[in-house]
């Protein structure tokens, strides 16, 4: 299965395109542009690069959050397009945490994705990886980070991935060895673990106008009318 991976729910514009298992190519980008600035000229420049046409695969796969309110929207209003232009295409959003989780899926054990919501507030998963497939232990969460982490069972080993990992491993289990850090690189959101996600469960494909963002909590509009209206 010939899958196109968009990740635009962080600080990077990521895309990759998968053949099943085997990974074809990736592009990860720090940029001071907006996502909708780069990351179409990224998939055809990586398409390109492959020899690869739209038509010519399978499935076409973004983050669905959570993550930046503007980058999701940038990365599910894409894929939208591509599968609109392409209607033989399947299309799924993934999980943020999930497809960190997929990063970090040569582990075995407990692996825990943490991204910075605000000060003190993360958002937060739990998932089981057994060297190569990945199950959620519960529901993705936005959370306050001290009551999370102080409560969190560490009496065997587990991983954690993601933006805010290093600090929290700093702040609430320097001592601890059994909570381990993953590799820097597998801490960024990657396109190829979204590829990876989908490719494990693949009848999470949906309709394109079915392809929504979650954010774990209310955005600011929502917020703000619910002012209005209180």
Not at 105 to 128: D, L, N, W
């Amino acid at each position: 299965m010939l899958t196109l991976g968009i990740d635009t729910s962080g600080k990077v514009a990521s895309v990759a395109v998968m053949d099943g298992e085997r990974l074809l190519a990736e592009k990860i980008l720090y940029t001071k542009l907006t996502h909708s600035q780069v990351i179409l000229p990224m998939v055809q420049e990586l398409l390109a690069d492959c020899g690869l046409e739209l038509r010519g695969l399978d499935a076409v796969v973004c983050a669905a959050g959570p993550g930046s309110y503007t980058g999701l929207r940038i990365g599910i209003a894409a894929v939208k397009g591509i599968v609109m232009g392409a209607p033989q295409l399947k299309c799924a959003a993934v999980s943020t945490l999930e497809a960190l989780a997929w990063g970090s899926s040569a582990f075995c054990g407990r692996i825990v994705p943490v991204m910075y919501a605000r000060p003190q507030i993360v958002y937060v998963g739990c998932y089981e990886s057994r060297g190569g497939s990945i199950r959620a232990l519960s529901e993705d969460k936005v959370t306050n980070e001290a009551e999370f982490f102080t409560a969190l069972d560490t009496s065997s080993p587990l991983m954690l991935t993601g933006d805010r990992a290093e600090e929290i491993r700093q702040t609430y289990f320097r001592d601890n060895s059994n909570v381990l850090l993953s590799p820097a690189a597998d801490r960024l959101q990657r396109a190829s673990a979204l590829c990876a996600a989908f490719i494990g469960s693949p009848e999470r494909a949906v309709p394109p106008a079915a392809l929504e963002a979650s954010y774990l909590q209310a955005t600011k509009a929502e917020k703000d009318k619910a002012h209005r209206d209180s």
